[in-house]
């Protein structure tokens, strides 16, 4: 094969290897269930998908639950990866443990367990969590919007003792940020926030509205620095202390 032939088969590889890619299956996931003293049950959906980037499904026979309504606020915005807890919901003492979310996509239709209360299905992992659910007063059959989980990876946040982190006068500081949510409210982005909170001199951030980004302080001392994220409807926030030298 001559070199210019070569090289061209290596691009129509590469093509296709990125057209893979972004056009791959995304699997619904059943993570469990919790039975709550009233009777009601937390259930909790996942999902997994294969694809590089973002993908978008909309509500509709590509997306859907079933029994009806098929529409019961479930994730429509699917990032790669595996994302647990994406779509909690209550249902009744009455519910009989039939329930399927079934995704279209990429030419592949897949669907979740509808034996869901079998006793190996009941939640070990983020039971702690979901149990602070007011199963009583929340709405049933739909998606809950929650909280977005904020944190900075690498650092341990406790209450009222922000972990403290160091860094030298005129030395940027990686912040490595996370903050996630499940897509609730829909049409409403996650807005995420950088600020100080304390300090001797000021801050700057190279991207403030980003959870990874970089920061340098104007003159040493101790800053408490604060990461927030809201959903429109919920926020959270972490904070953390940093100590600049000389």
Known sequence: MKAGACSLAVVFLLVGAAHAQQNQPIYPVYDGFLKNPDGSYTLSFAYFSHNADVVTVQPGPANTFAPTPGDRMQPTTFKPGHWRFQCVMVVGPEFDGKLKWTLAYAGTSTGTSERMLQSNWNLVEGAPALSKI????????????????????????????????????????????SAHDEGLPRGKALVVEWKMLKGPGTVSFTIPGAARTKATFSAPGLYELELTATDSEFTERTRLNVRVGQ
């Open 134 to 177: 007011d199963s009583a007063k929340v709405p049933r059959g739909v998606c809950l919007n929650r909280a977005p989980t904020v944190r900075v990876l690498g650092v341990t946040a406790r209450p009222n003792n922000p972990p403290t982190l160091s860094v030298a006068l005129n030395e940027e500081l990686n912040l490595f940020g």
